[in-house]
């Protein structure tokens, strides 16, 4: 568990997926373009009852995300997260979707939370009062908070395709094992174009 984490970091921060572009001097790069994030459909006994979310994009790679949400309940500690997304090639839909991926942690997942260069840490170190354990029940918000959606491509690896809508559930598990939270993100992927740094 503790190696996989230390790959994921590192991973963030040193790759950068590049293809050969056609011309001396530049590449291409596939890029997350984050579409939506709401809480997860259909799941009852969340602690977090409501959550509105707003992405923009400020330049190629980074988004602005303004969020508000309300937890029912506390938590003292999270037992797992469970991290699941499937690819689509065409509008969502049974028909159109890949057999979903999905990676489970159990280890550590508060620390988890806070950890460097993973995609969810510049939202959850921007929210207001700070969401880490323990967590309280009540209201938090973010607003204004910037990230690279380029980390987030280390999760999804090879299993990230061009020209294909991504749908990513990430859910918290509380001391109890009951669902704490879920946030849904559905995303595309785009191809640009970018200048090799000489």
Known sequence: ???????????????????NGKRPGHYTELVIRPLSAERCPGLQDLALTWANASLRMAGRTHVVMDIDAVFSRPASQLKRLCVWKKACSEAVSSNTCSHPMEWNFSSNVCRMLTLPHMPWTPIL??????????????????????????????????????????????TLFDQDNRPFACLQVTADIIRIKKKADN
């Open 1 to 19: 568990m503790h190696q996989y984490l230390l790959r994921l970091v590192l991973i963030a921060i040193t790759v950068s997926h590049r293809a």
């Open 125 to 170: 170190q921007s929210m207001q009062p700070s969401l880490k354990c323990p967590i309280e029940s009540g209201n938090y918000s973010g607003h204004n908070i910037a990230f690279d959606t380029s980390i987030a491509k280390v999760f999804g690896g090879e299993s990230i395709r061009e020209g294909y809508v991504h749908v990513v559930k990430g």
